[in-house]
């Protein structure tokens, strides 16, 4: 298992910009998979980007795509999410996500190691 430790939540106005961080600890962190997901009061946790074990390939949620970008950097075993143009929806706590598969998934039950959240609160 991996270990994740996120960073970088906070609190922003609407069209404003955040960005996380997520620190790998344990395996070689370039086996993973990661993905960043997202769960507001009430609301089930859902998929917001994932990138592939490389960085070649990634993947967005309809809601955040041409906003947030996921990328990685796989010498710093950190995985990052750069929110731009914030909106109030984007409230959450922010989750990341490890798989040990090469191919991503947009689903949480897809990962096996998470990291404990980052609060992102976005007011108007």
């Known amino acids: 298992q991996v270990q994740l430790v996120e960073s970088g939540g906070g609190s922003v106005q609407a069209g404003g910009s955040l960005g996380l961080s997520c620190a790998a600890s344990g395996r070689t962190f370039s086996t993973y998979a990661m993905g960043w997901f997202r769960q507001a009061p009430g609301k089930e946790r859902e998929f917001v980007a994932a990138?592939?074990?490389?960085?070649?390939?990634?993947s967005y949620a309809d809601s955040v795509k041409g906003r947030f970008t996921i990328s990685r950097d796989n010498n710093k075993n950190t995985v990052y999410l750069q929110m731009n143009s914030l909106k109030v929806e984007d409230t959450a706590v922010y989750y990341c996500?490890?798989?040990?598969?090469?191919?991503?998934?947009?689903?949480?039950?897809?990962?096996?190691?998470w990291g404990q959240g980052t609060q992102v609160t976005v007011s108007s």
């Open positions: 996500a490890a798989r040990h598969f090469p191919i991503v998934v947009t689903t949480p039950s897809g990962f096996s190691s």
């Open positions: 990138i592939t074990r490389s960085g070649g390939t990634t």
